[in-house]
């Protein structure tokens, strides 16, 4: 069973970006062959799916993410990236990835980061 481990949280201003990583401990023949993404949390919301990049980098965005966040992968470090420019008070949430296997429902999740953006 393979983990997930994000960086890249903290707190910004309104404006500002900030770029999340995800490292997959997974053979890469697997990850290559995944589905992965990022979901968010806010507070007294639900889970919801900012973004996915398939096997092939099919990407989906969330609408208001569109125009202002990338997600991107790279298959030989096993990792994947969700750049945020900017941001808005609303982005503020613990943000998770998400891989494995091909679609969502995904099996592999991180710890969650926070990301705190102020006015």
């Known amino acids: 069973q393979g983990r997930l481990v994000e960086s890249g949280g903290g707190s910004v201003q309104t404006g500002g970006s900030l770029k999340l990583s995800c490292a997959a401990s997974?053979?890469?023949?697997?990850?290559?062959?995944?589905?992965v993404g990022w979901y968010r949390q806010a507070p007294g919301k639900e889970r919801e799916l900012v973004s996915y990049?398939?096997?092939?980098?099919?990407?989906r965005y969330e609408d208001s993410a569109k125009g202002r966040f990338t997600i991107s992968r790279d298959n030989a470090k096993t990792t994947f990236y969700l750049q945020m420019n900017n941001l808005k008070t609303d982005d503020t949430a613990v943000y998770y990835c998400?891989?494995?296997?091909?679609?969502?429902?995904?099996?592999?999740w991180g710890q969650g980061t926070q990301v705190t953006v102020a006015s």
């Open positions: 998400a891989a494995c296997p091909v679609t969502p429902p995904f099996t592999l």
């Open positions: 990049i398939s096997a092939t980098n099919a990407t």
């Open positions: 997974i053979f890469t023949n697997i990850f290559t062959r995944c589905g």
